[in-house]
């Protein structure tokens, strides 16, 4: 009989925690529109999003500056999206550290209509909520998720590269909505063309021949102290380009310290929102990497030469090492690197796995492949940190 009413008890208190308890209407039509928002901003944004076709005060709220401030107080999530040739360029892979798992994102309609067709689609670069894609060869595309706003930009010149484009997200002077740039190299020449969204104009300027020239493929520019900086072909040197007024510093960081096989830099956010720069590098002579090393610039801001050096942070693990060294096949141009939410990324275009190094606690992971991946794809893999913001303007 004791054993009989113990377990109705636990019946009950579990009939009492999965009771679902619904609040009438009028209970949430007579909150004060404040209380409203402020626990609207407290849901995920993808629920947010969800809430918006449902009446035109939901559909208002993201144009509503006080909601607007709410949703910047608290800190979003940071997503990694996959882009690779085959994939339907309608949407796109997508990573959710929250929910440790795959979903699809779907990309703007703007961006599948008009004169270009969707298969000439192709994500280019990302920066602080905002994706760049190219529209065939004659324009881009850049695009804000979240808000579904978008903006087609005519390219140049028919001898840009839009290929080699790079987005940089730049914080406005009110420090709530923020602008971009894109550097654009030229395809026929060592010139680069430089669009900034404060001016609605392309202003080009001439080039750097060692870091843009036929034998150094461009591998993008890493964003660090307002200006995109390069590596030249060896013995490896770093250029820096500021893109305020479009002038090339050479010497803006000491060499590698060490002889290098291949190199990547790597401009990254910390949570003091501090610029910093890294440099992945696989250690080895010729042409042949037996380690890799990651190195961060120390030194004063606005420093440079011998006011700054090279300090190691990171040394991936031999049986790590050998497993991505056997994926690169000692083809480097195929590595590409990128910050992602404190973490800096290893990607090749021929493997469809991630290899990150966590900054904070200084260790290596690997990201598994997507599920959505076919088995007989092996090449044009592309990854991008696709962080969500409702301040990014178009």
């Not at 602008?179 to 080039?207: E, H, N």
Request: aromatic share 10%.
């Amino acid at each position: 009989m004791m054993l009989r009413a113990r377990e109705q008890r636990r019946e009950n208190d579990r009939n009492k925690k999965e009771k679902v308890v619904v609040m009438q209407p009028s209970i949430w039509g007579r909150l004060p529109d404040e209380l409203l928002e402020r626990i609207i901003a407290l849901l995920p944004l993808r629920t947010i999003l969800a809430l918006r076709p449902t009446c035109r005060r939901f559909s208002c709220l993201l144009s509503s500056p006080a909601f607007l401030s709410l949703l910047h107080a608290h800190d979003s999530l940071a997503f990694l999206l996959l882009s690779h040739p085959q994939f339907s360029h309608r949407c796109l892979p997508l990573y959710d550290p929250a929910a440790d798992g795959w979903r699809s994102v779907p990309l703007p309609p703007s961006s599948t209509s008009g004169s270009a067709s969707p298969s000439s689609l192709l994500l280019l670069s990302a920066a602080s909520g905002l994706l760049l894609f190219a529209l065939g060869r004659s324009s881009l595309l850049v695009a804000n998720l979240l808000t579904n706003a978008s903006k087609v930009l005519p390219l140049p010149a028919y001898s840009a590269a839009p290929s080699s484009a790079t987005l940089v997200s730049l914080p406005s002077r009110s420090n709530s909505t923020h602008g971009y740039k894109i550097f654009l190299p030229c395809a026929s020449s060592d010139d680069v063309f430089v669009y900034d969204s404060a001016s609605l104009a392309w202003t080009r300027f001439p080039g750097f021949e060692p870091v843009l020239g036929r034998r150094n493929p461009h591998q993008g520019g890493a964003f660090f102290d307002g200006s995109l900086y390069f590596t030249t072909l060896k013995p490896f040197s770093t250029v820096g380009f500021d893109l305020q007024n479009g002038a090339w510093s050479v010497g803006v960081a000491p060499p590698p310290p060490e002889d290098l096989a291949f190199v990547r830099l790597v401009g990254g956010c910390s949570g003091s929102r501090e610029d910093h720069l890294y440099l992945v590098g696989g250690v080895g002579r010729d042409g042949i990497s037996r380690s890799l090393k990651l190195w961060e610039l120390v030194g004063r801001k606005g420093e440079e030469g011998r006011g700054r050096a090279w300090e190691e942070i990171g040394r991936l693990p031999e049986m790590m090492c050998r497993k991505f060294m056997s994926v690169c096949y000692h083809n480097y141009s195929h590595v590409n690197c990128l910050w992602h939410d404190g973490l800096v990324c290893i990607c090749c275009t021929t493997w469809p796995e991630v290899l990150f190094f966590k900054v904070s606690r200084g260790t290596w992971h690997w990201l598994p492949r997507c599920p959505m991946l076919q088995e007989k794809w092996s090449c044009g893999f592309r990854w991008f940190s696709f962080v969500p913001d409702l301040f990014a303007l178009v």
